[in-house]
């Protein structure tokens, strides 16, 4: 009983951690230059029953009452953690060396030109490739960069470089995979190195099935068709053809002046009118093919794709890289290096208070990939 008390006295809210990370707002002072404000909550001192607080947006030190600071929200923690790093003289002094780096490797040009280069070359790849794609190769370029980074640090010439390779190629995939230590050769980790830049290459230009198939109208109905044609024709106004039509239907109305939705009212009265005629056909056994009308494309033109098995969109570069991301985050975040066991609990405060915001970012990005995989099922 007395060590809570005594626990208690030195944090009467619980806002103390190791290493100090709990954001918190000052609210209800006298001060209202003060009020709003964020800051991380660095220590406690009992005499003056106060808590030191480091506050980002000053880089000052303020001791406030328990009754005068109430926990950050999320989106607060966030903007307390860009208000660190835009404040902070030792971020600013290492931001400022690294522009001076870089500065100094892309003379003559001049730096700010090069990343208006790189953005616009950022922009061509989004529009040609789309995101999905540019993700991919921009983890094939870094994963090489990686490798190869200490070397062109040293300057040293490409000879020296593609001779390092596979020693650099074993080295990286030790530090990203570390139970593979000791079991890799330098010309096995070369080969997986290849192997991913492989896939990846053929998931970018072989595997994506861009080419626009050839469209062959299938053959009308003759007959007396069976019940399930007018589920088929019913399925097909919701194909992608179908939407596509619509959607330019809609785009033209704007063009030509007409009211919102004119020629697509035009075309659900047709699918209405030759829904209703294939009921009252199916019921008198009348031809089905005399209903439709030569003008009304009621069936698809295209098949829709083969859906692809679930293993093998689990093999994909794309579901694979996620699911390595999230193992690693799972295996660094969640288990206790003391005593090698994993918990829950520990993963979520780690992930609370110890992952940098974009690590945050990449893992949702991650699980939301590879759910999208699974679900698409």
């Not at 540019?134 to 960069?145: E, R």
Request: charged fraction near 20%.
């Amino acid at each position: 009983m007395s060590t809570a008390s005594n626990n208690n006295a030195r944090d009467p809210s619980g806002y103390l951690t190791s290493p100090p990370s709990t954001v918190v707002k000052v609210v209800g002072t006298a001060r209202d230059d003060i009020n709003g404000l964020l800051g991380i909550v660095m220590s406690y001192n009992m005499e003056r029953e106060r808590y030191l607080v480091h506050m980002t947006s000053s880089q000052s030190t303020m001791a406030l009452k328990k009754e005068n600071i109430q926990k950050a929200s999320m989106v607060e923690k966030y903007r307390c953690q860009f208000q660190q790093l835009q404040n902070d003289p030792r971020v600013r002094e290492k931001v400022a060396h690294y522009v001076r780096w870089c500065e100094n490797q892309v003379q003559p040009y001049k730096l700010w030109h090069v990343l208006g280069a790189a953005l616009l070359f950022a922009v061509i790849m989004l529009y040609f490739f789309g995101f999905t794609k540019c993700l991919m190769m921009t983890s094939m370029f870094i994963l090489l960069l990686v490798i190869v980074l200490p070397d062109i640090l040293n300057k040293a010439s490409p000879t020296v470089i593609l001779q390092r390779f596979p020693q650099r190629s074993r080295e990286a995939l030790e530090q990203q995979l570390p139970f593979l230590r000791g079991k890799l050769s330098d010309r096995m980790a070369v080969a997986i190195i290849m192997m991913v830049v492989a896939f990846t290459l053929q998931s970018l230009f072989v595997g994506s099935g861009s080419s626009t198939p050839t469209v062959s109208p299938p053959p009308r109905p003759s007959g007396n068709a069976p019940k399930t044609a007018l589920s088929t024709g019913a399925a097909a106004s919701t194909t992608k053809e179908m939407m596509e039509k619509y959607y330019h239907l809609g785009f033209q109305d704007a063009i030509d002046g007409k009211d919102k939705g004119f020629s697509i009212q035009e075309e659900l009265k047709k699918l209405a009118d030759v829904q209703r005629r294939l009921l009252v056909a199916e019921e008198q056994e009348e031809p089905l093919a005399d209903v439709i009308n030569d003008d009304f494309d009621y069936y698809p033109t295209t098949p829709p794709p083969p859906q692809k098995p679930l293993l093998s969109r689990l093999f994909s570069f794309s579901a694979m890289g996620s699911m390595f991301y999230i193992y690693r985050m799972l295996k660094e975040k969640g288990i206790d290096q003391s005593t090698g066991l994993f918990s829950v609990g520990q993963l979520a405060a780690n992930l609370q208070h110890h992952t940098e915001l974009w690590q945050q970012g990449m893992l949702l990005f991650s699980v939301y990939n590879l759910m999208r995989v699974v679900l698409s099922w």
